[in-house]
């Protein structure tokens, strides 16, 4: 199977949870930028927070949701525009890259 991998920066703290296996969804903004980059059928995602930290995720599924109640007060932390609809990216295994 060929794969398609798409590289996203993340926050440190994110990272972290992915790395350890605690993070199993990452929720990013339904919006034109976010379209393009997961329109396509991704096997993996390169996730990174700077140039020499990165990990290869594996995504199970890529799904428009309406965003959970209990997400919105994060959400407008981070200063999400829409918190009606979000892309909730089901993470897979992951590995840590090297540079």
């Avoid at 700077?50 to 959970?68: D, F, G, H, T």
């Amino acid at each position: 199977m060929e794969r398609i991998v798409k590289s996203l920066r993340i926050k440190k703290i994110y990272f972290d949870e992915i790395k350890a296996g605690s993070k199993k969804i990452e929720y990013r903004e339904k919006k034109p930028y976010y379209d393009s980059r997961l329109r396509k059928k991704l096997t993996h995602i390169i996730f990174h927070y700077q140039k020499s930290a990165k990990i290869l995720v594996e995504v199970k599924s890529i799904r428009v949701i309406n965003a959970p109640k209990k997400l919105i007060p994060e959400m407008k932390k981070l200063n999400f525009k829409n918190t009606k609809k979000i892309y909730a990216i089901t993470l897979g295994r992951s590995r840590t890259l090297r540079r």
